[in-house]
Each structure stands twice: as structure tokens, then as C-alpha cells.
């Protein structure tokens, strides 16, 4: 898992501006009971806009819900002071977004 987690790492820093690494580390460290540690890459990775839809192998939906979807998994499991680095509206529009979104034919990812 560390290699794994080294790679991931050396991808965002090759690609600062691609969300997809990011995304990967949010799954390694929530699936690993690390919370924690998967808010803080969730708080980079939610600033990056989605890349142009000429980029290669750019996965959307990382970008229009999956990122929103791992939220709502950690979020749960944080301890109550990091949960209030995160603003009731803050989760109130992510549940909303998440409700929403047109999630690759799914309807309704809830």
C-alpha cells in the first residue's frame, strides 16, 4: 500500500491540476479507518475544476460527484473538531449536488 500511495502522490505533483490521484488517496485512506487523512486530500482535490474535455483520460466523474460521494463516507467517521471545519451549508449543498447530479444514468446516487 505505501508504493501505491508513493504513485499517487507523484501523480498529483506531475499534475497538480488533475483531481484523479487525489481521488484514489480520499479511497485508499477512508477504506484504511483514516478519516482524517482523506478530509485533507478531499480539501485539495475539491478545488481543482474539471479538466478540458480534450484531456486525456480524464475520468468526469471523479470531478461532477464521486469526490462529493466520498465526503459523505468520511465525514461520518471524523471526529467532531475536524467535522466543524466543514460549515452546515457546506454539507447541506454537497447532499444537495449529490441528489441532484446526473450520475452516468444513474438517477439518484442516494
Excluded: W
Amino acid at each position: 500500500m505505501p508504493k501505491a500511495i508513493n504513485c499517487f502522490l507523484e501523480a498529483y505533483q506531475t499534475h497538480p491540476g488533475r483531481a484523479e490521484p487525489l481521488h484514489s488517496l480520499i479511497l485508499i485512506y477512508r477504506e484504511s479507518n483514516k478519516p482524517e487523512l482523506a478530509s485533507l486530500f478531499y480539501s485539495q482535490a475539491i478545488s481543482i475544476p474539471h479538466p478540458p474535455p480534450n484531456g486525456l483520460f480524464v475520468e468526469s466523474n471523479i470531478y461532477k460527484y464521486l469526490l462529493h460521494y466520498e465526503f459523505y463516507i468520511f465525514y461520518y467517521y471524523l471526529n467532531s473538531n475536524d467535522q466543524s471545519n466543514y460549515s452546515p451549508d457546506t454539507i447541506h449543498y454537497i447532499l444537495i449536488h449529490l441528489l441532484n447530479a446526473k450520475h452516468s444514468g444513474i438517477e439518484n446516487i442516494l
